[in-house]
């Protein structure tokens, strides 16, 4: 079908043919067009990967194994004249290491032939490190628990001072009481100068 239009400014009685498929085609391809470039577009310019879901945690979280410290410490053997040495596994945890022997050491011994040193039901204070000398604070129940005689108030005092010793640092040992320096323990060895091990009170190896 054709439609006669007349065209403006053409002169008087010249007319024109509209014809519609030509518009139709007209629109048709400039829709293509426009789709096409938008899909260029979104070629070009590719939308970020989402990011993986999270795995849940299905298993309990186990706390690290504490690491074990071997210590040495001194107990009397089988006849109470000597020193012996006991080799112990502790797990310090959050603990000084110098308290933690001491506090060990009141424990006592777990060889059956070897001997108590120091009154169970002593308290270790603290325990202060300077200078090579280990400041080691006891309960006044050191010296009023006290089982008495020279050579038990020596194998207590050096079993303390040789237990410290084996520790990095400590060279020699102040005992103190309630936090003051006492004279003795039970009138046998002085103690107001700190101490320095004495190995010849220490049995050989193999003996108890």
Request: aromatic residues 4%; glycine residues 8%.
């Amino acid at each position: 079908m054709e439609v006669q239009i007349k065209e403006k400014g053409t002169g008087p009685g010249r007319t024109g043919v509209f014809r519609p498929g030509i518009w139709r085609l007209t629109i048709i391809f400039t829709i293509i067009s426009l789709a096409l470039a938008a899909g260029c577009a979104s070629r070009q310019t590719p939308l970020p990967p989402a990011p993986p879901a999270a795995e849940e945690n299905t298993q309990e979280q186990q706390p690290p194994e504490e690491a074990e410290q071997t210590v040495s410490l001194y107990f009397a053997d089988e006849q109470s004249e000597k020193l012996v040495k006991e080799e112990r596994s502790l797990i310090l945890a959050d603990r000084e290491p110098a308290v933690a022997v001491l506090e060990e050491l009141v424990k006592g011994p777990a060889h059956p032939a070897h001997g108590r040193t120091v009154p169970a039901d002593v308290k270790v204070r603290a325990v202060k490190i300077a200078g090579g000398v280990a400041e080691a604070d006891f309960s006044e129940e050191l010296r009023s628990s006290h089982w008495g005689g020279s050579t038990g108030e020596i194998l207590t005092v050096y079993a303390i001072v040789h237990t410290l010793a084996e520790l990095p640092g400590v060279e020699r040992v102040q005992i103190l009481i309630e936090g003051e320096r006492v004279e003795t323990l039970a009138g046998h060895l002085e103690l107001l100068e700190p101490l320095e091990p004495d190995w010849g009170l220490v049995a050989p190896r193999g003996t108890s």
